[in-house]
């Protein structure tokens, strides 16, 4: 191999670690590795030294404070949010049990003694604690996630913000109590009426009919808290499980009816086999085809039964399904509180960067449980990376409080950068005029010009610095419209042939606007910078769904107290 | 359970997590050269240490715990290829993937070598090349997001990673022989 050769081979190794590597350069890849020992060699020294590289010791030597208190952090709020785990996402009294277990192991873990264990509300003895980690650093993640927190931690560290596991094919007149859009995430979904198709990742079909409350709980299995459904499981989805109340209900691939009430669950197999088994394990049956069988709350016993239940095992009415109303669009899709992003944090979703504090002087919103909002003084930003979002649909609408303490000309709230072609930025700017303006602005790169090129600024006239506003922006396919504390102030249309590629939140940064971009050097002379936003941010939420002007007036008139 | 149930079973989970923490390195180094992408090893990393525990506490104390380690972690990775169809492994002989895997181990026994060497020589680069490096490995970034967090297309981020990973192994070879020389 010589020397060009193995730097095309070394940076196609970068592509493998990234697993981006083209599908089409996988077989000259493969072929090197197959026939070439000195391509072996290169590939285990570059895999061999990347692995130590992403060794979270590695770099100790380097950033070590920085490192250790991070960690140190992640330990902490790893500990806090077990003790704000939400109860209902798994069976209360097992929940329970794991979590004393995982507090012990915590606690023995950090070397704390059995008489001063780990509580939310006492001082770390920080000292003792950090030589710990220090010592057990490079095993933190994995052992957390694994073995240190009573071997299962991670059932209770299940993403917070929704991942995608089914999709809805099919719907008959359905009315749902918030539209759930096509992709159905693992969170509760209630169909007040009608029928809807779903199709889990897995492969399992199900046909619910309303009124029904299920959650989707994985790729293969649901809870069903009360309605009645169809599933049909091919070979692929053998295991998939529907929970209830009272039973589950665990498919053998085949097909077969539930339905659910108050009382009892009852479940009907038509093709194949479904294991049934009671809620408190005392008992469990194999149900062949053309049983039935009735489990009644209280009793710990399966009963044969004659069913006499109508099931639709087909849709004839087939009806696309659009993307979510805005009549539906009541909750955001994604949100970015206080108390959200402590677990957000944990979960390497949300980055902060400098030194980062809460404003407890957030702005008066009835509707939320903290009062607490993102702070910035300048030096400090917030990085958001949800890698895994897509884009739902092609529209999405952005609401935040913001607040400006400085009277600086210019002032970075929000920067947004879309796959490197499109840059969307808030900021407050005073004119020579002394009059000071919220804008929001959009830059692309138009590539086949090969230019930069900038289009409508939103803007809202003698902004007040030092007080909290309500800033929504609103993206359809055609336009982007701007509102403020409620009311309507600017709109633009997108440039034509610009298409959103990533979610909003795949690339975020508050308070800070990164070098060379495309809004850099179209609104800045060379070689500045914006300012650091020295202000503060909260409840920034995305909607994935375009809210019409009387619900963005709602949503602003309804927070205040 | 009584007190020295407890006990022995306090004693076998230490046992336990200061033998993995002793082989981690090299069982995750094992790993992502097996399966070749970070996010891939990582789950298998935390996979495989779920399995290990999961036989550890079942079984008498291990005599060969790196050994044994990596040979569970095999078998998780084996049964990995059979799921990931489209894999840079997928399409090797059993000769090749075998003679990678012998390296791996080879270069295994040198890792504590290799990471001191390694450490000195990322101390060598231009704060620039520290940073992209440090923020690419350290955070757990895909170059794509370390190409957007430094203001650089992606495409010239792969060039300066390829330029700093071949002057890294360079160096890291350089300091291999010297410090063999020296012994």
């Known amino acids: 191999m010589n020397e060009k050769q193995r730097d095309v081979f070394i940076e196609q190794l970068q592509f493998v670690l990234d697993n981006q590597l083209d599908v089409q350069d996988i077989p000259k890849l493969q072929q090197q590795l197959e026939n070439d020992p000195d391509a072996r060699d290169i590939y285990v020294e570059f895999m061999t030294m990347s692995s130590l590289l992403s060794d979270p010791d590695q770099f100790q030597n380097v950033h070590d404070n920085q490192q250790t208190g991070n960690l140190l952090r992640e330990i902490v709020e790893a500990d806090q949010i077990l003790s704000h785990l939400n109860q209902a996402q798994i069976n209360k009294l097992q929940s329970e049990k794991i979590e004393k277990q995982a507090k012990e192991k915590l606690n023995e873990f950090l070397g704390n003694q059995k008489t001063e264990p780990i509580d939310n509300n006492s001082s770390v003895n920080s000292d003792r604690l950090e030589s710990n980690i220090r010592l057990k650093l490079p095993m933190i993640k994995v052992l957390a996630a694994s073995i240190i927190l009573g071997i299962c931690l991670w059932l209770f560290l299940q993403p917070q913000f929704p991942s995608q596991i089914a999709l809805l094919r099919k719907t008959v007149n359905a009315q749902w109590e918030t539209s759930p859009g096509k992709r159905l995430y693992n969170q509760p979904y209630q169909l007040n009426s009608g029928l809807a198709e779903i199709e889990f990742n897995d492969g399992a079909k199900i046909i619910l009919e309303g009124p029904a409350e299920i959650t989707l709980e994985s790729a293969n299995g649901a809870y069903l808290k009360k309605g009645k459904l169809v599933a049909y499981v091919p070979d692929a989805a053998r295991g998939f499980t529907v929970n209830t109340p009272f039973a589950n209900f665990v498919d053998y691939g085949t097909e077969f009816g539930l339905v659910v009430d108050d009382a009892s669950s009852e479940m009907s197999v038509f093709e194949g086999e479904v294991k049934v088994e009671l809620q408190d394990k005392s008992s469990t049956q194999i149900v062949p085809a053309g049983e039935s069988k009735h489990v009644v709350a209280g009793d710990h016993q399966i009963h044969d039964v004659i069913s006499q239940t109508d099931y639709i095992r087909h849709l004839s009415e087939e009806v696309v399904v659009k993307p979510m109303e805005a009549n539906f669009c009541k909750e955001p899709h994604w949100r970015l509180s206080f108390n959200d992003m402590q677990k957000m944090k944990a979960e390497h979703k949300v980055k902060a960067v400098g030194d980062f504090n809460f404003d407890p002087q957030g702005p008066a919103l009835k509707h939320l449980p903290d009062n607490q909002a993102m702070m910035f003084k300048g030096d400090n930003h917030l990085n958001v990376n949800l890698q895994e979002q897509e884009i739902d649909n092609e529209e999405f609408t952005l609401s935040m409080w913001i607040k400006c303490n400085s009277k600086i000309n210019q002032c970075i709230y929000m920067h947004h950068i879309d796959n490197f072609e499109a840059d969307q930025v808030l900021y407050i700017e005073r004119d020579k005029n002394n009059h000071t303006y919220l804008k929001y602005l959009f830059c692309m790169e138009n590539k086949q010009e090969g230019h930069r090129t900038k289009h409508k600024i939103f803007r809202a006239k003698d902004y007040v610095p030092g007080q909290w506003m309500h800033v929504v922006i609103v993206f359809t396919k055609e336009k982007a419209v701007f509102y403020l504390n409620g009311q309507y102030i600017d709109q633009a249309l997108i440039p034509a042939g610009y298409q959103i590629k990533e979610h909003p939140a795949s690339y975020l940064t508050f308070g800070y606007a990164m070098n060379m971009t495309n809004i850099q050097s179209l609104e800045l002379k060379s070689g500045k910078q914006f300012p650091g936003f020295n202000g503060s941010i909260d409840e920034f939420s995305i909607y994935q769904c375009e809210l019409k002007g009387d619900q963005i007036q709602q949503l602003y008139s309804q927070s205040l107290w | ?183």
């Open chain 2, 1 to 183: 359970m009584t007190e020295s149930n407890t006990k022995s079973q306090d004693e076998h989970i230490n046992q336990f997590i200061t033998d993995l923490m002793n082989h981690q390195t090299r069982i995750r180094a094992y790993i992502l050269t097996m399966v070749s992408n970070l996010s891939d090893a990582d789950d298998i990393h935390q996979q495989a240490a779920q399995v290990m525990w999961q036989k550890y506490r079942e079984a008498q104390p291990i005599k060969h715990f790196g050994a044994w380690a990596i040979r569970i972690s095999h078998n998780i990775i084996l049964n990995y290829y059979t799921k990931k169809k489209e894999l840079l492994f997928s399409g090797l002989s059993k000769h090749a993937m075998e003679d990678i895997a012998n390296r791996t181990l080879q270069v295994n026994d040198q890792l504590e070598i290799r990471k001191q060497a390694l450490q000195s020589c990322v101390n060598k680069l231009d704060e620039q090349d520290r940073e992209f490096i440090y923020f690419r490995y350290n955070h757990g970034q895909t170059i794509k997001n370390t190409a957007k967090h430094f203001g650089r297309s992606v495409h010239s981020l792969y060039r300066s990673m390829t330029r700093i990973h071949k002057n890294l192994m360079k160096c890291i070879q350089g300091k291999i022989i010297s410090m063999e020389d020296a012994s």
